[in-house]
Structure formats: structure tokens, C-alpha cells
Nanobody, 115 residues
Framework: QVQLVESGGGLVQPGGTLRLSCAAS????????MAWYRQAPGKERELVAS????????TYADSVKGRFTISRDNAKNTMILQMNNLKPEDTAVYYC????????WGQGTQVTVSS
């Protein structure tokens, strides 16, 4: 079965850095464009970044552009979100997901940015 497991979240100060990982299994990872989403308390889930199946092209929400970098390693069935210069408004639960053939949402990983 399809599994997407997020990890790497934590508590950091404003300006800090985190690296989130998504471990994929149960499907041919290299065939799927992927994305990171986040959801803050009381807000709708939003698209943070996306990446094509071979990692040749990426997109970012305006709010994270220039600070976050999405990447993937298809040989390891892994997707990464490198987050630099974190801001309090980045606080949310972060999820990985396929852009199509969307599977169930996992537990996500909590990112908290606070002084």
C-alpha cells in the first residue's frame, strides 16, 4: 500500500533552519510529481512546493520562495524540503503528497518557529 512518512520537524527560533524528509513506499515514486503541503491551526491546508517526477522543475508558494528548496532522490524514494530563514508564520504541520493519485494524508511533521 502507498505510504508517505514525514519526518524532521521540530522547534526552532526565527531565522533557523530545518530539513524535512518524506519517505515513500508502495508505488513507483519516480513516476509521480510530488508536493509539500502545510496546515496551520485554524487555516486550510496550502501547497508549499512541488516538484516534477524527475526533479527537473520546481514551484513554490510566494510566501516561501527564496527560503525553501524542494528536492527528491528517486533512487532512495525520498523527497526533501530544506527550510532556511524560518519565520513564525511557517509554523504548521507539514505533509508530503502526490500531485495526482492522491493518497490518504499521514500524520505530517510539526514545525514550530518561535522565540
Amino acid at each position: 500500500q502507498v505510504q508517505l512518512v514525514e519526518s524532521g520537524g521540530g522547534l526552532v527560533q526565527p531565522g533557523g533552519t530545518l530539513r524535512l524528509s518524506c519517505a515513500a513506499s508502495g508505488f513507483t515514486f519516480s513516476n509521480y510529481p510530488m508536493a509539500w503541503y502545510r496546515q496551520a491551526p485554524g487555516k486550510e491546508r496550502e501547497l508549499v512546493a512541488s516538484i516534477t517526477s524527475q526533479g527537473s522543475s520546481t514551484t513554490y508558494a510566494d510566501s516561501v520562495k527564496g527560503r525553501f528548496t524542494i528536492s527528491r532522490d528517486n533512487a532512495k524514494n525520498t523527497m526533501i524540503l530544506q527550510m532556511n530563514n524560518l519565520k513564525p508564520e511557517d509554523t504548521a504541520v507539514y505533509y508530503c503528497q502526490r500531485k495526482w493519485g492522491v493518497t490518504s494524508w499521514g500524520q505530517g511533521t510539526q514545525v514550530t518557529v518561535s522565540s
